[in-house]
């Protein structure tokens, strides 16, 4: 009976699978932010946008950008926080894969204040034009470390004012820090899996 509950009295129940709590295409600011959506999804302008993700090697991706930024990286003194709501804007709010954020910084539910670094990882459902604005908008936010991790080719890249450029040197890093991920590391645990 794999996959039925079996109560204390012998009673069987199917099980009951989560439901999928979309929002609806337009809502206020207040509405999307008083209100838990399943999956979770941006704001922008007055509009929810679904994020990608949520596959085998976007998942895989994710955690281990979380296990190489843990807090066994003392100096480091960092957080490593999936799917952080962030304000970006007065009408955006943002939902990157991953924000990196110091231990000190102060504890808000919603962002309103650029993390270290934001990470996205790239899903075969994401559209160029799309990420883009979203790496153009933490720009604007004033996140001075954005990466983009394609875990399909097994290429990073860095979004400055300049744009999208391939990580050349072998190697994310928050610049003045210790802070670093190794992309030959990261993608061999990658293949691990």
């Known amino acids: 009976m794999a996959g039925w509950l079996v109560w204390p009295d012998n009673q069987i129940m199917k099980p009951q699978l989560a439901e999928d709590d979309r929002p609806p295409e337009f809502l206020s600011l207040e509405e999307y932010l008083s209100t838990v959506w ?15 993700g949520f596959d085998f090697n976007h998942s895989r991706t994710v955690t281990t950008l979380i296990v190489t930024l843990a807090d066994k990286h003392e100096p480091w003194r960092v957080m490593a926080l999936p799917s952080l709501r962030m304000r970006v804007a007065p009408t955006r709010v943002r939902v990157p894969d991953l924000c990196v954020i110091e231990r000190e910084s102060p504890r808000e539910q919603v962002l309103t204040h650029p993390p270290l670094a934001v990470i996205e990882v790239l899903s075969e459902d994401d559209r160029l034009s799309l990420t883009m604005e979203k790496l153009a908008d933490y720009l604007r936010f004033g996140v001075g470390n954005i990466w983009i991790v394609d875990p399909e080719s097994r290429i990073a890249y860095r979004y ?34």
């Open 160 to 193: 400055t004012s300049a744009g999208l450029e391939k990580v050349q040197t072998g190697e994310l890093a928050v610049s003045g820090t210790p802070i670093r991920v190794v992309l030959s590391e990261m993608f061999a645990e990658l293949d691990r899996a």
């Open 38 to 52: 399943r999956p979770d999804c941006e704001f922008v302008d007055g509009r929810s946008e679904e994020r990608n």
